[in-house]
Nanobody, 124 residues
Framework: QVQLVESGGGLVQAGGSLRLSCVGS????????MGWFRQAPGKDREFVAA????????FYADPVKGRFTISRDNAKNTVYLQMNSLRPEDTAAYYC?????????????????WGQGTQVAVSS
C-alpha cells in the first residue's frame, strides 16, 4: 500500500514563503510522476504543479507560475513544493499525489494515490 504524507503547511503573511514536503512509502516512488493539487473551501480540487519521474519535466498552473517550484529527491522518496510570494488566494489544503505513469499530468484522473493534505493559510 502506498502512503503519502504531506508536511510544511502553516499560516504566513502575504508575500511570504513556505516549502511543502511529501514523503512517499514504497521502493517504486521514483518510477512515477508526482503532483500537487489544492482545494479551497467550497471549491473543487485544482491542479498546482506536477513533475515527471526523473524531475526533467515540470508543469504549473497559470496562477502559480513564476512563484511556485516543484522538485523531487528520489533517494529520499520526497517531492517538494517551494511557494514564494504567497497571496491570500493561495489559501487552501494542499495535497500531493502519485501518478500512474512516468509522465507528469495536470489532470486529477492521472493520479492514483493521494495524501491527507496540509493546510496553507495566507493572511493579507
Amino acid at each position: 500500500q502506498v502512503q503519502l504524507v504531506e508536511s510544511g503547511g502553516g499560516l504566513v503573511q502575504a508575500g511570504g514563503s513556505l516549502r511543502l514536503s511529501c514523503v512517499g512509502s514504497g521502493r517504486t516512488f521514483s518510477n512515477y510522476a508526482m503532483g500537487w493539487f489544492r482545494q479551497a473551501p467550497g471549491k473543487d480540487r485544482e491542479f498546482v504543479a506536477a513533475i515527471s519521474w526523473t524531475g526533467g519535466s515540470t508543469f504549473y498552473a497559470d496562477p502559480v507560475k513564476g512563484r511556485f517550484t516543484i522538485s523531487r529527491d528520489n533517494a529520499k522518496n520526497t517531492v517538494y513544493l517551494q511557494m514564494n510570494s504567497l497571496r491570500p488566494e493561495d489559501t487552501a489544503a494542499y495535497y500531493c499525489a502519485r501518478g500512474s505513469t512516468l509522465a507528469a499530468s495536470i489532470y486529477k484522473e492521472a493520479y492514483v494515490y493521494w495524501g491527507q493534505g496540509t493546510q496553507v493559510a495566507v493572511s493579507s
